[in-house]
């Protein structure tokens, strides 16, 4: 199959890939599935849900599965309930994401539910990129939803990245921890223009030893709003930790709000949140080095957001 | 090269105003190294920001081989050539030390980088990738500063407390590092902004900054013996009476 230079474009921005990867993927655009492949360790096939069910072998080791979607076509609002199973012990990376193009005036939707289940002793990286482009006034909006459990002894991290273009998104995580089992949750926000974010994630730490940290690095700029939530709750022995800094930029308005709840007199949580504005020194620190002030911002930000 | 004519600088506050650095006359020659000195809140850290650009000076010129730079902004002067070593610089979440070098001198390579990491007494295996956020101590934080200065490779490199918080062994590889680069280089000059009694001595010429003016300026065979005791009596102020070296 081949893909034309938009979706490469698209693909490369939510995914790192330049054409269809080896191993297992997924490609859907437009609301289906363009491209399936399975890999000898990970099965990708239709579900009850009628999304996705990627079933990833107990004991595999070091693989990675893509499931991108890209929407291209306006007015369209695609829906997806997508099922993963990391089997025992296995250790993979999935890399899930969307990007929207969108060059007219009419409204691209895509809402996604990932329910993800890192069975004991696996280990999980979750990558999830959002992107939008386009030359029209159409809105490009985005509402994920990724419900993940993590069993006894695994490890998850799940990393979202949201720099550009989406004019609305309500992002929502949602975890249940088992014994000794780990996640770290981090996310990584921009917004400009008039586009408004809504991040809420909740992490239920439930069994002994476990342990959850949420860590938000978001820049605002231009009239955009952005709303954080992030809760652990302990509900027995446990460590959580919740850490969200923002830069605030021109217009822009941020609530950030870090919520800890104990059920358990063993359990540990703690939380930082801090938003301000570039500090005046870094930038005369880098004007110093000769870069303009225009340049000074952008640095500090990609730094920030790296 | 740099030249500083009748140069002050005053704030204004509620109505009221009050002169910072006054009437300030100084030639700085390439090939020299000059030490600053003088008393805290003399003035010395505002006159090395206002030839920086940073502040911007309320009366007098600043020429820079001739050119009158007095309307130039920080960028234009770093790009002249003017260089600034922070007192304390500032701190930057996700810039690694490798990045911050490499903005300060682009060219470098990375096999450049790693030895002047050494140079400045930090191991690049351990550092190149470093957050230059809250990790760092503030004795790290100082060579990282110092060692993008040098690589600048500035017509002026301006160092302020350059010995602060840093080991006494990494100060005297960096003063050697910075007495070799620019002593007798007859493209650029250096100016320490420094207490150091090991540091004052060896530089070219002292000026000595008080309540904004220069008191004493001259070959350091001239002042250091007139601020030798005064140098050592600061120092044991700010130690308690223990012995600095």
Request: aromatic fraction near 4%; hydrophobic fraction near 35%.
């Amino acid at each position: 199959m081949k893909l034309e230079e938009l979706d490469k474009n698209l693909l490369n921005t939510i995914s790192d890939i330049k054409d269809i990867p080896k191993g297992a993927v997924n490609i859907r655009k437009d609301g289906q599935a363009i491209y399936r492949q399975s890999s000898p360790n990970i099965e990708i096939k239709t579900g009850e849900t009628g999304g996705l069910l990627v079933e990833i072998k107990p004991g595999t080791k070091n693989e990675t599965v893509h499931v991108p979607v890209i929407l291209t076509q306006t007015g369209l609002n695609d829906v997806v309930y997508n099922q993963f199973i990391v089997g025992e012990n296995a250790d993979a990376t999935i890399v899930a994401g969307c990007g929207i193009h969108n060059d007219s005036h009419g409204r691209s939707r895509h809402e996604g539910l990932h329910e993800i289940l890192v069975k004991e002793g696996a280990r999980l990286k979750y990558v999830e990129k959002h992107y939008g482009e386009g030359s029209g006034t159409g809105q490009k909006v985005l509402y994920p939803t990724t419900k993940i459990t993590v069993m006894k002894n695994a490890v998850a991290e799940i990393e979202t990245v949201q720099i550009k273009g989406v004019d609305d998104t309500v992002r929502i995580t949602e975890a249940y921890i088992h014994e000794k089992g780990s996640l770290k949750v981090v996310e990584r926000l921009m917004t400009h223009g008039e586009q408004n974010a809504v991040s809420e994630i909740k992490i239920n730490i439930e069994g002994q030893g476990g342990s959850g940290q949420i860590l938000s690095r978001s820049v605002a700029k231009d009239n955009s709003t952005q709303v954080f939530k992030a809760a652990l709750v302990g509900k027995n022995e446990c460590l959580g930790h919740v850490e969200c800094d923002a830069i605030i930029m021109d217009k822009a308005t941020i609530k950030a709000v870090p919520e800890l709840m104990a059920e358990d007199s063993n359990a540990v949580l703690t939380h930082e949140a801090a938003i301000g504005k570039i500090a005046g020194e870094q930038l005369i620190k880098l004007m110093s080095l000769g870069l303009t002030e225009g340049q000074a911002v952008d640095t500090i930000l990609e730094g920030f957001l790296k | 090269m740099l030249h500083l004519e009748n140069l002050s600088f005053s704030v204004h506050n509620n109505g009221d105003s009050k002169q910072i650095i006054s009437d300030i006359n100084l030639d700085i020659k390439r090939g020299k190294l000059y030490g600053i000195t003088g008393p805290n809140g003399g003035g010395k850290t505002t006159l090395a920001k206002v030839i920086m650009g940073i502040l911007t000076h309320t009366a007098g010129h600043i020429y820079l081989d001739g050119e009158d730079i007095s309307d130039k902004n920080i960028t234009e002067r770093a790009n002249l050539g003017i260089a600034y070593a922070f007192q304390q610089p500032p701190r930057f979440k996700g810039l690694t030390v490798e990045d911050l070098v490499k903005i300060a001198q682009p060219k470098l390579s990375n096999l450049s980088v790693r030895k002047r990491m050494r140079d400045v007494g930090l191991c690049p295996e351990d550092y190149l990738d470093r957050d230059m956020g809250s990790g760092l101590s503030g004795g790290e934080m100082k060579r990282i500063e110092i060692l993008q200065v040098l690589a600048r490779n500035a017509k002026l490199a301006i160092f302020d407390e350059p010995e602060a918080g840093v080991d006494l062994w990494t100060i005297q590889r960096l003063v050697d590092i910075i007495v070799g680069k620019y002593q007798n280089n007859p493209e650029a000059a250096a100016v320490l902004i420094t207490h150091n009694r090991n540091i004052l001595p060896i530089c070219d010429e002292i000026v000595v900054i008080e309540e904004g003016r220069i008191k004493h300026h001259g070959h350091r065979d001239e002042i250091w013996p007139i601020i030798r005791d005064d140098i050592v009596c600061q120092v044991q102020d700010t130690c308690r009476g223990e012995e600095i070296i």
